[in-house]
């Protein structure tokens, strides 16, 4: 009888979690905002997986008799640079790096800060001990960190990435802290507590999964960020090294010569603000779909 009642109890939570997993799957796909948010980055991340193909003459390659050519359909699709390269060919394969350093940063700050706020919530001496470094880095302005960070650092895609994480950290960290301490406080927790369960399995066994979508949530607009703040790094020149092709560095690039070739200016930044207004509007779908009082 008792291995019989384990068996229907299974059987019993994954039904509860299959029928949980396909309410989920419908409120995204009749969330408007979801799906736009996705139809916009997956057409960004399409063109940067088959940049190869669109764009077989490569990033790098150049012709310096056709430096500086408009915009064609016969010719160069999004025009050359000030080196004879080809602006769409840069364009893509930017995109391929630029999408991996946010998604990179934006992994891994909510892996950390979800840890920090997860334990900074839990133990009270830890507490004042995370949120005050969280809070004096939040103090710095963003890309002046980075900036400052990057300037100590070799100027590597890995620096980059590094750099971008320690800034956007604190800021999961925050949500995650103000996550947990609500469901800390929950009766279960305590009940546990009072049964003798570990702190371990407390905190990631049921603690963490309850705290998890306002952090998926800030993790999306974090990738976000990190695309603007690469962008403004590799404008300024402490960013992506030359001559790897991102979006800033071709922003940079194309100050110079702005009033000969305008579109080294608009494609890349055009690029730039789908991609990030396509993360944003899918973070705020996301969010109406992960919230339990919405139907």
Same mark, same amino acid.
């Given at each position: 009888?008792?291995?019989?009642?384990?068996?229907?109890?299974?059987?019993?939570?994954?039904?509860?979690?299959?029928?949980?997993?396909?309410?989920?799957?419908?409120?995204?796909?009749?969330?408007? !905002?979801?799906?736009?948010?996705?139809? =916009?980055?997956?057409?960004?991340?399409?063109?940067?997986?088959?940049?190869?193909?669109?764009?077989?003459?490569?990033?790098?390659?150049?012709?310096?008799? &056709?430096?500086?050519?408009?915009?064609?359909? &016969?010719?160069?699709?999004?025009? /050359?640079?000030?080196?004879?390269?080809? #602006?769409?060919?840069?364009?893509?394969?930017?995109?391929?790096?630029?999408?991996?350093?946010?998604?990179?940063?934006?992994?891994?700050? =909510?892996?950390?800060?979800?840890?920090?706020?997860?334990?900074?919530?839990?133990?009270?001496?830890?507490?004042? !001990?995370?949120?005050?470094?969280? &809070?004096?880095?939040?103090?710095?302005?963003?890309?002046?960190?980075?900036?400052?960070?990057?300037?100590?650092?070799?100027?590597?895609?890995?620096?980059?990435?590094?750099?971008?994480?320690?800034?956007?950290?604190?800021?999961?960290?925050?949500?995650?802290?103000?996550?947990?301490? #609500?469901?800390?406080?929950?009766?279960?927790?305590?009940?546990?507590?009072?049964?003798?369960?570990?702190?371990?399995?407390?905190?990631?066994?049921?603690?963490?999964?309850?705290?998890?979508?306002?952090?998926?949530?800030? /993790?999306?607009?974090?990738?976000?960020?990190?695309?603007?703040?690469?962008?403004?790094?590799?404008? !300024?020149?402490?960013?992506?090294?030359?001559?790897?092709?991102?979006?800033?560095?071709?922003?940079?690039?194309?100050?110079?010569?702005?009033?000969?070739?305008?579109?080294?200016?608009?494609?890349?930044?055009?690029?730039?603000?789908?991609? #990030?207004?396509?993360?944003?509007?899918?973070?705020?779908?996301?969010? &109406?779909?992960?919230?339990?009082?919405?139907?």
């Amino acid at each position: 009888m008792e291995k019989q009642s384990r068996q229907d109890r299974r059987a019993l939570e994954k039904r509860l979690r299959r029928e949980q997993r396909a309410r989920m799957t419908r409120k995204f796909l009749h969330n408007k !905002l979801a799906m736009l948010g996705s139809l =916009m980055i997956l057409t960004v991340v399409l063109l940067a997986l088959l940049a190869p193909v669109l764009a077989p003459q490569g990033p790098l390659e150049n012709s310096v008799y &056709d430096r500086l050519t408009p915009p064609s359909l &016969d010719g160069y699709l999004f025009g /050359s640079d000030n080196l004879g390269r080809s #602006v769409f060919a840069r364009v893509l394969y930017g995109a391929r790096l630029s999408l991996t350093i946010g998604a990179s940063v934006g992994l891994l700050s =909510m892996v950390l800060g979800m840890v920090l706020g997860l334990y900074a919530s839990y133990y009270r001496f830890l507490d004042n !001990l995370i949120m005050r470094v969280c &809070d004096g880095l939040s103090a710095i302005p963003s890309t002046l960190l980075a900036i400052a960070l990057m300037a100590s650092l070799d100027r590597n895609i890995l620096n980059l990435i590094i750099s971008l994480t320690v800034v956007s950290v604190p800021r999961v960290a925050r949500v995650a802290r103000s996550a947990a301490v #609500v469901v800390r406080e929950q009766t279960y927790i305590e009940a546990m507590r009072s049964a003798g369960a570990s702190s371990t399995r407390i905190i990631w066994g049921h603690i963490a999964p309850n705290i998890l979508s306002p952090v998926l949530v800030q /993790s999306s607009y974090i990738f976000a960020n990190a695309i603007i703040t690469e962008a403004a790094l590799s404008f !300024l020149g402490v960013g992506v090294p030359l001559p790897e092709p991102s979006w800033g560095n071709i922003l940079y690039e194309g100050k110079a010569v702005i009033h000969k070739a305008w579109w080294m200016i608009v494609y890349p930044g055009l690029f730039t603000a789908v991609t #990030v207004l396509g993360l944003n509007i899918f973070g705020d779908g996301l969010r &109406d779909v992960l919230d339990p009082h919405t139907n």
